[in-house]
């Protein structure tokens, strides 16, 4: 990875494209995960490259709602894999859910590569893998439509960034509680989930670990309450907002 100076205006950025890049060249990240990588780093700046109100809101929500879970499971693709493995696989520990590899542009040597990153990073158990325990979602046409039976085929609650939208829907069909990472809240994933945290995900990751690890010590009634007052309609509404008063505040400046 080429040094990139401390001082650099973008250097969170940077970083995150290098990350992707080095993913790429290490055989985790497709090369249309690139491309979909620029298309969120331009709703990021729209956001204005924070995490706001709406998201952490939205956090707090996907938090209880995992530990509310019976049998939760993290979806994981060749993005996830190269931005923040550890994270993923540290929120995976805290909450007992599952990690379970799950690729639209899928094969096999890419597969084993993610679950080799994952275990380097701690993780144990990682499902996606065998073929003798796969099953069919409904509804849906792509390579994501083979799931595991004990991950993501029996969850209720689905933890997905960097989603695509068909897959949300398969998933909400099929009675799973949707909780997705979506920069762009215009976004299929973004209306079909049930909660959507507009935020990178290298940045609201951490956040989501931090509120796990802080409502654990709530009971049920408590964590219910949580997501009963969350409206991810009014959500989504709020971080278009944000983008619109960003924009403003720019228009001013310019």
């Not at 507009?198 to 654990?216: E, F, G, M, P, Y």
């Amino acid at each position: 990875m080429p040094l990139i100076p401390k001082s650099h205006p973008r250097v969170k950025s940077l970083l995150i494209r290098e990350k992707l890049v080095e993913g790429f060249d290490n055989g985790l990240v497709a090369k249309e995960g690139l491309l979909a990588q620029g298309r969120g780093e331009a709703f990021d700046y729209l956001l204005g490259e924070k995490t706001g109100r709406a998201a952490s809101n939205a956090i707090r929500a996907a938090a209880a709602q995992i530990l509310l879970a019976k049998t939760p499971v993290i979806s994981v693709n060749g993005n996830i894999a190269a931005l923040c493995p550890r994270q993923i696989v540290k929120l995976s520990k805290q909450t007992n859910a599952k990690l379970e590899v799950n690729l639209f542009y899928t094969n096999e040597k890419r597969k084993k590569t993610i679950i080799r990153i994952l275990k380097k990073n701690g993780a144990s158990e990682i499902l996606g893998s065998s073929a003798s325990s796969s099953r069919k979602l409904p509804g849906i046409d792509s390579a994501r439509r083979i799931v595991d039976k004990d991950g993501i085929f029996a969850a209720d609650v689905v933890v997905v960034p960097l989603e695509d939208g068909d897959r949300t829907m398969a998933l909400r069909n099929a009675g799973k509680i949707v909780i997705t990472f979506d920069l762009n809240p215009l976004s299929r994933t973004s209306h079909t989930a049930d909660i959507t945290i507009v935020d990178n995900v290298t940045r609201a990751i951490d956040l989501l670990i931090t509120q796990c690890k802080k409502l654990s010590k709530r009971n049920q009634k408590s964590l219910q309450k949580i997501i009963d007052d969350f409206d991810n309609r009014k959500n989504l509404r709020d971080n278009v907002m944000q983008i619109k008063n960003n924009l403003a505040r720019r228009a001013k400046i310019a």
